[in-house]
Nanobody, 121 residues
Framework: QVQLVESGGGLVQAGGSLRLSCAAS????????MGWFRQAPGKEREFVAG????????YYADSVKGRFTISRDNAKNTVYLQMNSLKPEDTAVYYC??????????????WGQGTQVTVSS
């Protein structure tokens, strides 16, 4: 079992930046694929970014490519999402997720509680 705790959300103006963090419990963090998802009001949850267990491969939704960067620090059991050039349409609850397969995309097995990101225009 993996427990995930997100932090770093908040209110920011359009064009600004935020960095989300996700701290994971467990000794097998380095073998998990990790991802970030988001869900805006009235919309389905969508994939934002993913990173393979080895950090050698990253994946992004088209809507965030070039603006968001996912990274991980296996020594700290933490995954990050650096969000730059934020837009009002990035407003959502952001969820961290962990994946036993390690691939960084596809189905994820464990989820955090979410952190709110609000981008004002």
């Amino acid at each position: 079992q993996v427990q995930l705790v997100e932090s770093g959300g908040g209110l920011v103006q359009a064009g600004g930046s935020l960095r989300l963090s996700c701290a994971a419990s467990g000794r097998t963090f380095s073998s998990y694929g990790m991802g970030w998802f988001r869900q805006a009001p009235g919309k389905e949850r969508e994939f934002v970014a993913g990173i393979k267990w080895s950090a050698g491969s990253t994946y992004y939704a088209d809507s965030v490519k070039g603006r968001f960067t996912i990274s991980r620090d296996n020594a700290k059991n933490t995954v990050y999402l650096q969000m730059n050039s934020l837009k009002p349409e990035d407003t959502a609850v952001y969820y961290c997720a962990a994946q036993r397969s390690g691939m960084g995309y596809g189905e994820f097995d464990y989820w955090g509680q979410g952190t709110q990101v609000t981008v004002s225009s």
